[in-house]
């Protein structure tokens, strides 16, 4: 259990995600996903499950889909691509980590267009 994938998000058919740690990527062939350290988002233990250090087994019918964060893919030692001037950055807690932009500043500069403030939509929301 040397290369444990930590801090993965299960988005499970009409639940709220979960955190788990998983034993290796999922693949074609699977028919489900084992993984262990099951618990919630905020890290507590969800409340149909005795031990969070079992083994748990999800049949891939109950999941959405599985959400790997750069930061523990990069931990595990598996390959990450990650748009230009974006680097991943483990949490100082072991929680993950974030995506922070580059010094180069490439993607700043790609973000400029796209950011604009909706006047109208802000007047909404003070409105309420």
């Known amino acids: 259990m040397s290369n444990v994938i930590r801090n993965v998000v299960l988005h499970v058919n009409g639940e709220q995600p979960l955190l788990a740690d998983l034993y290796e990527l999922p693949s074609n062939s699977d028919v489900g996903l084992r993984c262990t ?5 905020n890290g507590k233990r969800p409340v149909f499950v005795d031990d969070s250090a079992s083994v748990f087994f999800f049949a891939y019918l109950h999941i959405r889909f599985v959400e790997i964060p750069p930061a523990a893919a ?4 598996l ?5 230009a001037g974006v680097v991943a950055e483990s949490g ?10 580059a010094s180069t500043g490439v993607l700043d500069e ?8 909706d006047e109208d939509f ?3 929301i003070r409105e309420v």
């Open 74 to 77: 990069a931990a595990a030692g």
């Open 122 to 124: 802000l007047r909404r």
């Open 110 to 117: 790609s973000l400029d267009g796209e950011l604009e403030i």
């Open 37 to 41: 350290n099951l618990r919630m988002m």
């Open 92 to 101: 100082a807690n072991g929680s993950g980590g974030e995506l922070i932009p």
């Open 79 to 83: 390959e990450v691509l990650l748009p």
